[in-house]
Each structure stands twice: as structure tokens, then as C-alpha cells.
């Protein structure tokens, strides 16, 4: 099983940047597909990016493509996720994931973080 831990969340205007990462312990990511999920108040929790195992293949939903960008560096044990122009929708706390499949199903992904809160003001 691994660790996650997620950070850089807080709260920004409406427009403006932030950026996540998620630090794994406990065995390489390396092998792993990784994915950033969200959970606002009162919704089911919602696929936002995915990361296959070497970087050469990503995908994101309509509602943040070209917005946000999801990275990883294997030999840091870390996964990032840019999040540009963010909207009042974009509120949610955001989660890491990681799974041995390719697949951006939540239901595939067995190791997740704690969350951490992303608030953006209109």
C-alpha cells in the first residue's frame, strides 16, 4: 500500500493559480497510474486528472481541460497538479490516487490521501 499525503491547497480569487502536489511514501509510484480526484459539499467525489506510469499519457474531463495539468516526477515519489484559472466551481477539497491500472475510474483506485481544501472566491 502507498502513503499519500496531499498539500498546496488554500484559498485564491477567482482567476488566479494553485498548485498541488501529492508526496508518496511507503513504496515507488513509479508503477503506478496516479490521478487527482475532488469532492465539493454535498457531491459525489469526481474524477479531475490522470497520470499514466512514465508521464506519456494524460487526461483530464471537459470541465478542466486546458485548465489544469497534472505531472509527476518518479524519482521524487510526487505527483503535481497546476491548476490555472480556477472558477467558484473549482471549490472542493481535492484528493490524490494511485492504482496499478490504466483507468481514470474511481472505483480502480485503492490508495488515497487525506485531501486538501482548494476555496476560490467570485
Known amino acids: 500500500q502507498v502513503q499519500l499525503v496531499e498539500s498546496g491547497g488554500g484559498l485564491v480569487q477567482a482567476g488566479g493559480s494553485l498548485r498541488l502536489s501529492c508526496a508518496a511514501s511507503?513504496?515507488?509510484?513509479?508503477?503506478?497510474?496516479m490521478g487527482w480526484f475532488r469532492q465539493a459539499p454535498g457531491k459525489e467525489r469526481e474524477f479531475v486528472a490522470v497520470?499514466?506510469?512514465?508521464?506519456?499519457?494524460?487526461y483530464y474531463p471537459e470541465s478542466v481541460k486546458g485548465r489544469f495539468t497534472i505531472s509527476r516526477h518518479n524519482a521524487k515519489n510526487t505527483v503535481y497538479l497546476q491548476m490555472n484559472n480556477l472558477k467558484p466551481e473549482d471549490t472542493a477539497a481535492y484528493y490524490c490516487?494511485?492504482?496499478?491500472?490504466?483507468?481514470?475510474?474511481?472505483?480502480?483506485?485503492?490508495?488515497w490521501g487525506q485531501g486538501t481544501q482548494v476555496t476560490v472566491s467570485s
Open positions: 511507503g513504496r515507488t509510484i513509479s508503477s503506478f497510474t
Open positions: 490516487a494511485a492504482t496499478r491500472r490504466a483507468s481514470w475510474s474511481l472505483a480502480d483506485f485503492g490508495s
Open positions: 497520470i499514466n506510469w512514465n508521464s506519456d499519457t494524460t
